[in-house]
């Protein structure tokens, strides 16, 4: 494939009367791993939304082009079942529900979706066990119910082995290594790296140089009230480490 | 109706026909209207000894005295009971052998409401007692349960087979003065299930029977009866399905159990009527009375139900705690959409000492329905470090609808406790959000949450009517957002 997978054009979001988004551009080749950085409120979050379809929030000209369709009209499960994943900076809790249950509720539909016949219980259940293995997720853990009195970090570790079992096209990761330890992220950031392919790509949101370090991204995109202000390599990342985002306003 | 009725002579009933019984495709009914001599057609048409007629008529004379209740939320247009049917049976009720014997039409029409007979004998160890309109057809699986000494099979079949078991038991837990849907019950009764488990046996297989509705404008009126002797064990399992159809029509059955010194027994309903249309016109009216005794020490009930249908339940499945160390369960998920009202819970009478009941409410509400549970706890003087414990949890899927918590608890006993916790909620925007974002649609997510908050009650029922439940949860909700 080639081309860019998701492109943004002058995108412009409301959330009520106030404009959150203010003429933002980006654009993400296949097989390339992208982060934002940015000060807290500026943002990162409503455009993760806006990408998935969430109503909340009104795009109010501008365009998003995901695998050459304009998406802004579609629901949020179509945008889903197109391929893009976000994982929540704060998922949800979803009770009665187990994470084994929920999995093979989204991987079905995904499935569907696509075309595909669902898998049979016991293929799916040793495709799930592959995943969680590498992520260090054991069976107990899929019988819980979904991130029903789970530590952030163990939500956030859920939420990675969504990402897997999903195996998307684009991934968008709000934040999700803030609440990982030491060793968590190691591994959620292998397990990110381990799925990397030619044919996906990742939008990753982060306060952190940490994870950067471990994702090599090909670029850094700065996001200050509403619009990239600056984007570069690497080295952006430790410069905003240093130095905060204060150059950038 | 074209003609009209007097005093039916002996040849009459003989010949419904000249009678002027309607006689639909595959009916015979019994005249429009109550009075004594429908009365006596159907005891006579089902030739019962005089004991049970006496018993219908006396019914029948308590009820002229009686009203219909009131005190619940229900609304619902004045029922007027001449304008009911009494009694209908597929053509002729001859006994039947084998399921090959139903007409094929009837077995049709199963396999259009999706649970063919014919399937559920293969289920593997699940006999069916299948009830078509108010007559038992066919009963499958009771040679094995003979080897046992089980009984199950039709009251009708009861009341010739085993007379002195039914005149034992028959109206000792629901007596016929009870209310006036179980009195009006009573004195109608047209069919429904017999079980009796004999001292020591454990039921080998679930039981299991599907009721119908399907004759237009026929009241019905199912009687179980249930005894489990002592030290037995039995899961019964009901479940109910009616095709689409514009009339309201009246249900009002009686459910007795009677569990002595040890025994155990579990019943599960689905429930699925036909609840009426979009706009609220149509669906049952379901009157039951359900009530379990645990007349024997160490007894233990456990009601479990999923109710889905109808436009009007009332229904109130209860225990009374008799014996000593007896406990009572009460598990229920009350589904309501559109204009469906439902007015429904439990009744644990706390008699015995040391005695336990366990109260476990899911309500979901959508639409415009509105979903009410009225539960009672009672301990009495004498019972002694008895224990309730009762969670109602209401979720509301839309902000026309109304959900209503209403217990009342009464103990006598001061080592007694009763408590109580009670939830509303409704599905959040986020908790959408996220199961779209995870690619399912809006039914999907709703089923699914749904299916969670029920999760407690769902794991009750046995493992094949779980999955059937579960669907059912997704089929009632359908169309009730967006
Ligand atoms: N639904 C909403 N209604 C009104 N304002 C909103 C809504 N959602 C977000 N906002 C506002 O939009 C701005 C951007 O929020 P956003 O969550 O995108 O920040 P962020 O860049 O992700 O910050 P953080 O680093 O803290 O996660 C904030 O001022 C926030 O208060
Ligand atoms: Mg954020």
Redesign the interface.
């Known amino acids: 494939m080639s081309g860019n997978l998701l492109e943004i054009n002058d995108l412009h979001v409301n959330a009520g009367e106030k404009e959150i988004l203010k003429g933002l551009n980006l654009s993400i080749p296949f097989n390339e791993i992208h982060a934002i950085m940015g000060p807290n409120g500026s943002g990162k979050s409503v455009l993760s939304n806006v990408l998935s379809g969430n109503e909340d929030y009104k795009v109010t000209s501008g365009q998003i082009i995901f695998k050459n369709e304009n998406i802004i009209e579609l629901k949020p499960n179509e945008i889903s079942n197109l391929g893009l994943f976000m994982a929540f900076q704060y998922p949800v809790e979803i009770p009665g529900v187990t994470l084994m249950n929920f999995l093979k509720t989204i991987h079905e539909a995904n499935r569907k979706a696509n075309g595909l016949e669902k898998l049979g219980p016991s293929d799916f259940l040793k495709y799930v066990r592959e995943k969680a293995k590498i992520l260090g997720i054991n069976d107990e853990v899929l019988k819980r119910q979904l991130n029903v009195g789970f530590s952030g970090g163990e939500k956030k570790r859920n939420e990675t082995l969504q990402l897997l079992v999903l195996d998307p096209v684009l991934t968008i990761l709000d934040e999700t290594d803030s609440g990982l330890d030491v060793d968590a992220l190691d591994i959620v950031s292998d397990g990110i790296v381990g799925m990397k392919n030619e044919e996906n790509s990742f939008l990753v949101i982060t306060h952190y140089k940490k994870l950067l370090d471990k994702l090599s991204p090909s670029k850094i995109h700065i996001l200050v009230d509403g619009r990239i202000v600056e984007s570069g390599g690497q080295d952006l990342a430790e410069k905003i480490e240093n130095n905060g985002f204060e150059s950038f306003n | 109706m074209n003609k009209k009725i007097n005093k039916p002579t002996e040849e009459n009933f003989n010949n419904p026909y000249e009678f002027g019984f309607e006689t639909e495709i595959e009916s015979v009914f019994a005249p429009k209207g109550l009075n004594e001599d429908v009365i006596r057609f159907i005891s006579d048409k089902k030739e019962e000894p005089k004991w049970l007629l006496d018993w219908r008529l006396d019914s029948y004379k308590r009820w002229l005295k009686m009203k219909e209740p009131n005190w619940s939320s229900l609304r619902y247009p004045k029922i007027d009971y001449q304008d009911t049917y009494y009694f209908s049976a597929p053509k002729e009720t001859e006994k039947l052998k084998s399921l090959d014997e139903v007409d094929p039409k009837l077995i049709e029409t199963y396999n259009k409401l999706g649970i063919p007979l014919k399937e559920q004998e293969w289920l593997a160890g699940v006999a069916v007692d299948a009830v078509f309109d108010s007559v038992s057809l066919g009963t499958t699986f009771k040679e094995k349960l003979k080897e046992d000494g089980v009984i199950f099979c039709s009251f009708s079949e009861a009341v010739k087979e085993h007379p002195e078991i039914i005149k034992k038991y028959l109206g000792t837990v629901v007596p016929n003065s009870d209310n006036f849907f179980a009195t009006l019950n009573s004195a109608v009764f047209s069919d429904g299930s017999f079980v009796y488990i004999p001292p020591g046996v454990t039921c080998p297989m679930e039981l299991s029977t599907y009721f119908r509705i399907n004759a237009a404008g026929t009241g019905q009126f199912e009687r179980t009866l249930l005894i489990a002797d002592e030290d037995s064990y039995v899961s019964y399992l009901e479940g109910c399905t009616a095709p689409m159809r514009d009339e309201h029509q009246l249900h009002a059955a009686v459910v007795e159990l009677v569990a002595l010194k040890g025994a155990e027994i579990k019943y599960s309903t689905v429930q699925n009527w036909y609840p009426g249309d979009e706009n609220g016109k149509g669906g049952v009216y379901n009157f039951v009375t359900k009530r379990g005794d645990c007349r024997g020490d160490n007894s233990k009930i456990s009601w479990t139900q999923v109710e889905t249908g109808s436009a009007i339940t009332w229904k109130y499945p209860s225990c009374i705690l008799k014996g000593d160390n007896s406990s009572g369960e009460f598990h229920s998920i009350a589904i309501s959409n559109n204009y469906q009202q439902v007015d429904s819970g439990t009744k644990m009478l706390h008699l015995g000492k040391n005695t336990k009941s366990r109260i476990i409410s899911k309500g979901v509400s959508s639409g415009s329905s509105s979903n009410t549970y009225r539960g009672q706890v009672n301990i009495h003087p004498k019972s002694e470090n008895s224990r309730n414990f009762t969670q109602c949890d209401s979720l509301l899927l839309t902000g026309n609808c109304s959900a209503t918590t209403i217990p009342y608890v009464e103990s006598k006993n001061k080592t007694s406790t009763i408590e109580h916790e009670a939830t509303s909620s409704k599905i959040?925007?986020?908790?959408l959000?996220?199961?779209?974002?995870?690619?399912?649609?809006?039914e999907?997510a709703i089923a699914?949450?749904v299916?969670?908050?029920?999760?407690?009650v769902l794991q009750k029922l046995p493992m094949e009517f779980a999955v059937e439940a579960q669907k059912l949860l997704e089929i009632s909700l359908e169309g009730s957002v967006g």
């Open positions: 959040s925007e986020d908790q959000f996220y199961c779209l974002q995870r690619g399912l649609n809006e999907e699914l949450i299916n969670g908050f029920c999760k407690e």
